[in-house]
């Protein structure tokens, strides 16, 4: 199991020196080599031993334990990765995961919301909070996530030095260190305006007490320095709940869906919104002109005169 960790733990470091690979990707990589390791182990080999068989007959145990076709993906890339790397260091002569073909994922289109439904939670946000201050920290966040298609991870670690400056654009710091400049509504330039003054009254009575100063936009005292993902993801479903939108429905993500699907219907190009959602591949956009085309096919089914009954229980 030594070898393994060290394997592991030298593969990792590499992905994020050469790579970029974040946080979140290490640790999901980390988890699933971990699982095979330790699974390797139970069969009485190591990642120098095992072999293609061995490999196949760990994704069958992955498929019997009934993970999601996404997940056994990733654990089989996470593999070939890892072994990909160990031919590179010289650690073997073969990849034995290398022809093995994957599960494939589940094509699903992504969850997004309607305009009313972002109003909803918008206007949520402004009267959601025990305070004023938390009050204004919910609306710039609400405001910003709807406005730039952010994900919720560049969000709440944004330094608070990306707000400063030209309040029309908010410099966004993306997967593998990319940084990418987006543009802001007025109503979160307004949001943004008036929490940088909140935040900003908030710190200099902190430091008056002797706190230190935060780098970031939205600060907690916790170890990250950062509100959490998970704390807005809270947030969020608070706000789903006060603004009678269905929790279930409503996560960061899909305001990041609904930023990009409205940007389609009302006629942004591919190109402009591959930009500004900070996608390697224009491939990776396309999902939404599939949304968009699932919607207007559920507007003419519900709406045409044309359109049967049996028509709208299909749709």
């Not at 008056?208 to 936009?217: D, E, I, Y």
């Not at 789903?240 to 960061?252: E, K, N, Q, R, W």
């Not at 919104?273 to 999902?287: C, K, M, P, S, Y």
Request: aromatic share 6%; charged share 25%; glycine share 8%.
């Amino acid at each position: 199991m030594l070898q393994a960790q060290r394997w592991i733990s030298t593969f990792l470091d590499a992905q994020a020196a050469e790579l970029g690979a974040s946080t979140n990707t290490q640790l999901a990589y980390g988890r699933d080599l971990k699982d095979f390791a330790a699974w390797l182990q139970e069969q009485g080999a190591d990642f120098d031993s095992a072999n293609r068989d061995q490999v196949e007959a760990y994704l069958i145990h992955c498929s019997d334990q009934g993970l999601a076709k996404s997940t056994r993906a990733r654990r089989l890339s996470a593999i070939r990765q890892i072994y990909r790397f160990a031919f590179d260091e010289g650690w073997r002569t073969d990849n034995p995961a290398i022809q093995i073909r994957g599960p494939g994922r589940d094509k699903r289109l992504p969850k997004t919301l309607d305009v009313k439904q972002v109003d909803r939670l918008l206007e949520a946000a402004r009267s959601q909070g025990r305070t004023a201050g938390d009050r204004l920290r919910n609306t710039c966040l609400m405001e910003l996530l709807y406005a730039t298609g952010m994900r919720v991870s560049e969000l709440v670690s944004l330094p608070v030095s990306a707000a400063r400056g030209d309040p029309r654009m908010l410099l966004i710091m993306g997967k593998g260190g990319k940084e990418r400049m987006v543009p802001l509504s007025p109503p979160a330039r307004l949001a943004l305006v008036d929490w940088l003054k909140e935040r900003d009254a908030t710190e200099e009575r902190g430091v008056a007490k002797g706190m230190p100063r935060s780098r970031f936009l939205f600060p907690s005292r916790g170890a990250s320095g950062h509100l959490t993902r998970h704390r807005f993801y809270l947030l969020i479903k608070e706000l789903a709940v006060a603004g009678g939108v269905l929790p279930d429905s409503v996560t960061p993500h899909t305001l990041r869906h609904a930023f990009a699907t409205h940007l389609l219907a009302n006629g942004a190009d591919l190109r402009s919104i591959q930009t500004l959602l900070g996608h390697a591949d224009v491939a990776t956009t396309e999902i939404y002109t599939h949304v968009l085309e699932e919607r207007l096919q559920q507007l003419v089914l519900e709406h045409h005169p044309l359109a049967t009954a049996a028509d709208r229980r299909k749709g």
